[in-house]
């Protein structure tokens, strides 16, 4: 959603960064070239707490200088560590913070340090957003209720189908007309694609020749495919990892599932329902 947003500003004229504490060794989203990317490359664990220390008290101060040079009329921070950081970055200088929850907190279980760093800095943004009014009643419980704001996630426009580069294993296994299950999400519990490969060995459909697909990576890669394999589903799984353009396999699926425990707002769900799939959700609580 950050490099969307980025795209879409940069589009209409406004001067855009985008600053990250990591390297662009990983970058996967296209910016547009009117984005300027500002790398900070410093995010890595000290060697011991006197290091921890002095580490992020010079992130800190780099970010604050690199903020105050680009001399933005406002920023946007996502995700609760990085809106802490930024709160404290940033204090004193006058420059207006919006800071943005993208999942539900109530859920998403963090640590009692960093719990208590998020009700304490969160006050001091200029304004805090959040995806659904659930949520928002929570953040009504930590900021003046005229700083908390509800904006949903919006569908960037999706691609016309092509045909999927795949590899001969993929061929075999999903390129041959077989129906497919697409599933999108981190390979995290979170997501619960454990509670989809269950449901999908239960009805059956992998031996009336259904292929379940589920793009993304994680640390449940093994987990889940070892889950596979012990429901004798093992050759109908396919997790083709990180893809440059889901939308591709939006295209070819004949239904989407979210099997997610909990949500901020689901970009999947929204560009699965965009490109007309048969959508089945977790009632997830926000």
Known sequence: MISEMANRWAEAGYEVALLTLWGTDNDHYNLNPGVQRLVLDFWRRAGSPGCFVTDRIRLLLRIRKTVRAFNPDAVVSFIDLINIIMVIALAGTKIPLIISERIDPRHHAISRCRSLARRISYPYSSALVVQTNSVANWAKGILPVSKVEVIPNFVRPLPEPRDVPESADQTDRAGHGQPIILAMGRLVRQKGHDLLIRAFAMTGAAHAGWRLVILGEGPERQNLENLAISLGIGDAVIM???????????????????????????????????????????????
Not at 241 to 268: C, I, M, Q, T
Not at 272 to 286: D, E, F
């Open 240 to 286: 083709p990892g990180v893809v440059d353009e889901p939308a591709d396999w939006l295209h070819k699926a004949k239904l989407f599932v979210l099997p997610s425990r909990y949500e901020g707002f689901p970009n999947a769900l929204l560009e699965a329902m965009a490109c007309g799939l048969p959508v089945i959700s977790a009632n997830c609580p926000s």
